[in-house]
């Protein structure tokens, strides 16, 4: 502790859990905004990740309230934020924000693109697992031409409607933190802008990195393209982000409210690693660089021309790079926006517990849930066809 | 309830009959109100502490010659007329009386801390046993019986001062008609209904 706080401000209110919520929803929406690219904005070069950033989005979203249940102080009396919500809170509005995104939008466009395959694979499998499959139909098994025409265009706009939802899903994410005006670190009317970029950003970074791993595992060749589309799109995104974050800062060095000396101390003494070294540097200044040298899509062959087996790591260590950074960025708004009194006199710390139900465990366990999720859906509803491809290394080029 | 800064000693009885009648966990990181103390330098340097609330008393000032005037002010929930606490609650939890108290519904919080983060002035806090919100309640079970809060009713030198604001013979209308009155944050626009007398700028 340094200078004076509020005696009430000792306790820090929003922990590693809260950090991790924002992080989980900003991949949902990051990998759904990636799958509409494909489906309303015709970008086919991207098409392989289609399936897979669906699932992505869904294995993630599934796991997104369970940090927020995990830290409330009455979890068995959650269910009233449905009941008899505040309809002037913006934390109100989660549990209908997020019910319609999965609901509506995931649950929906997932099903219509699965359900010619689920038919089939209901007619092929035998035992339980054509059970579950002619359940996930619910029933529906006609594949007519027509019936599959319908499935397409019902896809199609509710992907079209799903692009706003998402916007509006990560979007209000920003607004329960830009909207506190108590706290000059949070309250920012870019907020919810930046976090959708950012969302963008480590959503896309996510399926490139899963893309490549699954390619990879299942000895397939990776599709250059995809990819280098998906790094085209990654580096456009990122620029936007560090734009508006940029501009954030400049904004309120050059403003210079009362708050901006707290702030100044909070980002030299308590944020200087996770903001400085880890958001700025390694997750923003790094990977814009190195995308900015390799990709071909930005200029024919790249400025450095570099062999695809070489790109690929590049664009993985990338990837990487950045999650951590977008990570990073979650950390510096809910703690860092915690670590200063709103007195504006002095700096508190936080220290994260390892067990515990707020503890780095439970942090991890939540982190690592939607990749075992996105395992099942993956075995379920596999988003590739394994069929004709014959198996190749994926070195060969 | 009106302030006076000039009247407080800091011998913070405020406090304890505080945390003796509403419950408040003795532990030093929650209070329903606390007093702060602030020390202005010759060279603008504010110093500002609030030991356990100023129950136990403050240290000596370091470096007196420096100082160029000190003082005590109380805090508490300043039962705001457009209180960012009751705004943010989801579930309706923490509310405003009819006669402009703000309070928590124990019974229906369900701990989310979302108003601590929307309190300007960190005068929430999470009750560590009931997992909800606390804070001031103006002693309201002492209200309903005609009473005044106990931080009022113990104040040796009369710092604080209790009643209605828009009746015309109250303590707290004669406060306001005979002193300048200033509120905490005004820039903020939570319409405190915590008004202090001889407030010093430098306290935020």
Same mark, same amino acid.
């Given at each position: ?15 590693? /859990?809260?950090? &991790? ?5 900003? +991949? *949902? @929406?990051?990998?759904?905004? $990636? !799958?509409? %690219? ?13 399936? /897979?950033?669906? &699932? ?5 979203? +599934? *796991? @997104?309230?369970?940090?927020? $249940? !995990?830290? %409330? ?25 997020? @019910? ?6 995931? %649950? ?266 996105l395992w099942v859906l993956v075995k379920l509803l596999p988003p590739w066809s394994d069929g004709p491809e014959p198996d190749t290394p994926p070195a060969s080029g | 309830m009106g302030i006076d800064v000039r009247k407080c000693i800091g011998c913070a009885r405020c406090v304890v009959a505080c945390k003796t009648e509403n419950d408040v966990p003795e532990e030093p990181h929650f209070f329903n109100t606390w007093i702060e103390r ?120 009369g710092a604080r001062i209790f009643g209605e604001v828009e009746e015309r013979a109250t303590p707290l209308a004669r406060f306001m008609q005979f002193n300048d009155v200033q509120v905490l944050k005004g820039h903020l626009n939570t319409k405190p209904k915590a008004y202090y007398a001889n407030l010093d700028g430098e306290v935020r």
């Amino acid at each position: 502790m340094q200078g004076y706080i509020y005696p009430n401000e000792f306790e820090l209110q929003w922990s590693l /859990l809260i950090v &991790l919520y924002p992080y989980l929803t900003g +991949l *949902v @929406a990051g990998a759904f905004i $990636l !799958a509409s %690219l494909e489906r309303v904005f015709n970008v086919k070069e991207v098409q392989p990740t289609y399936r /897979l950033s669906l &699932l992505t989005a869904l294995a993630f979203l +599934l *796991v @997104a309230p369970l940090p927020l $249940l !995990a830290h %409330l102080g009455h979890p068995e009396r959650s269910y009233e934020i449905f009941l008899t919500p505040n309809t002037n809170s913006a934390m109100a509005m989660f549990g209908f924000v997020y @019910a319609w995104y999965l609901a509506v939008v995931l %649950l929906l466009e997932v099903w219509f693109d699965y359900r010619k395959d689920m038919v089939l694979w209901a007619r092929e499998s035998r035992g339980v697992r054509r059970w579950i499959y002619y359940v996930l139909t619910l029933g529906a098994t006609d594949i007519s031409e027509k019936s599959l025409r319908f499935d397409d265009s019902a896809g199609r706009w509710i992907t079209v409607i799903g692009i706003p939802s998402a916007f509006l899903l990560h979007g209000y994410v920003g607004f329960i933190f830009g909207s506190i005006k108590a706290n000059p670190w949070w309250s920012s009317v870019l907020m919810p802008v930046v976090f959708l970029f950012s969302a963008m950003v480590s959503g896309i970074a996510l399926v490139l990195v899963l893309y490549m791993l699954t390619t990879m595992f299942r000895w397939r060749k990776i599709d250059m393209a995809c990819l280098d589309k998906l790094a085209q799109f990654l580096f456009y995104a990122l620029v936007v982000d560090f734009s508006l974050e940029a501009l954030d800062f400049i904004h309120r060095l050059y403003e210079s409210e009362e708050s901006i000396e707290i702030l100044r101390q909070l980002i030299e003494s308590r944020l200087f690693i996770s903001l400085i070294v880890l958001q700025v540097v390694m997750g923003t200044v790094i990977p814009l660089i190195a995308l900015a040298l390799v990709s071909p899509g930005l200029k024919k062959g790249g400025f450095l021309r570099t062999p695809p087996e070489l790109r690929q790591i590049i664009y993985l260590v990338a990837a990487v790079f950045i999650q951590i950074g977008i990570f990073s960025i979650r950390w510096n708004v809910v703690i860092g926006g915690q670590l200063f009194s709103k007195s504006l006199r002095g700096l508190t710390v936080y220290k994260v517990e390892l067990l515990g139900i707020e503890g780095l465990a439970m942090t991890i366990g939540l982190l690592l849930l939607p990749f075992v999720i996105l395992w099942v859906l993956v075995k379920l509803l596999p988003p590739w066809s394994d069929g004709p491809e014959p198996d190749t290394p994926p070195a060969s080029g | 309830m009106g302030i006076d800064v000039r009247k407080c000693i800091g011998c913070a009885r405020c406090v304890v009959a505080c945390k003796t009648e509403n419950d408040v966990p003795e532990e030093p990181h929650f209070f329903n109100t606390w007093i702060e103390r602030y020390v202005i330098r010759r060279d603008h340097e504010v110093d500002v502490d609030s030991p356990n609330g100023g129950i136990d008393g403050f240290p000596p000032i370091a470096e007196p010659a420096t100082v160029r005037r000190t003082f005590f002010v109380p805090k508490l929930c300043n039962h705001c007329d457009n209180p960012p606490c009751v705004q943010v609650c989801p579930v309706g939890a923490t509310f405003i009386t009819q006669d402009g108290v703000v309070l928590v519904d124990e019974g229906y919080c369900i701990g989310c801390r979302y108003c601590v983060q929307a309190c300007p002035y960190g005068a929430r806090y999470i009750h560590p046993e009931k997992h909800v919100a606390g804070k001031c309640t103006f002693c309201y079970h002492r209200l309903v019986d005609g009473l005044v809060p106990a931080c009022v009713e113990v104040c040796p030198t009369g710092a604080r001062i209790f009643g209605e604001v828009e009746e015309r013979a109250t303590p707290l209308a004669r406060f306001m008609q005979f002193n300048d009155v200033q509120v905490l944050k005004g820039h903020l626009n939570t319409k405190p209904k915590a008004y202090y007398a001889n407030l010093d700028g430098e306290v935020r």
